[in-house]
């Protein structure tokens, strides 16, 4: 989290445009779960009324909540994109001239350990992999802390131990999973490097 540090704060030079980001990205996350939600409650009721014969079921205000759902989540999925986007772009000059000074300050003697290729091949793959911070890690993550406690507050309305059980399964995917993940590629990615690091040797 250390090595991070530096690169945090070059995001921080953007907080309104990143903070609109990851508010986009919980609406659109919330209409995503307000769509299910209605629309499937939307079928069950439409066909325990049909099987009832009920005729004074009121289709239109479902109808009308499912479509508002839609448009929100499509309207702020589009905006979320947009203005992640422009702050990543405006976060990626810091970053790139942030690299390139760092890789100036390099001595004739240190730069000379590695080759043309290699060193370009490093530059951009690094810039690339900071690049998506925002976009895949920290914006997802917010999103998801947020959109679980939402889930679990709206449940505790209806079954306040049905959202503890619901609440505590959902953290604890968030946080298991991920470190999981990585667990199990760093294992085949050190022997990757290890075997291209013996073919080159070769």
């Known amino acids: 989290m250390s090595a991070l540090r530096p690169f945090l704060l070059l995001w921080l030079r953007h907080p309104y445009r990143l903070a609109t980001g990851v508010i986009l990205a919980i ?12 629309s499937g409650w939307f079928l069950a009721a439409s066909s325990v009324a049909g099987l009832a014969g009920l005729y004074s079921f009121n289709y239109m205000l479902p109808a009308a909540g499912v479509r508002g759902a839609a448009i929100s989540r499509t309207a702020a999925r589009y905006f979320e994109r947009l203005v992640s986007h422009d702050a990543t772009f405006r976060v ?52 998801a802390f947020v959109v679980i406690l939402c889930v679990t507050l709206g449940l505790s309305l209806i079954d306040l131990q049905l959202a503890l059980v619901l609440g505590s399964v959902m953290l604890a995917t968030l946080l298991i999973l991920p470190p999981c993940f990585i667990a199990l590629a760093a294992r085949p990615d050190a022997q990757l490097h290890k075997d291209v690091s013996h073919g080159g040797s070769n």
């Open 27 to 38: 609406v659109t996350l919330l209409a995503s779960i307000g769509l299910l939600t209605l």
């Open 92 to 143: 990626l000059q810091h970053l790139r001239v942030f690299t390139f000074s760092r890789l100036m300050a390099l001595s004739p003697g240190q730069l000379s350990r590695f080759r043309q290729a290699d060193l370009l091949t490093r530059f951009v793959s690094d810039v690339d992999t900071l690049d998506h911070l925002y976009l895949r890690v920290i914006s997802p993550l917010i999103g």
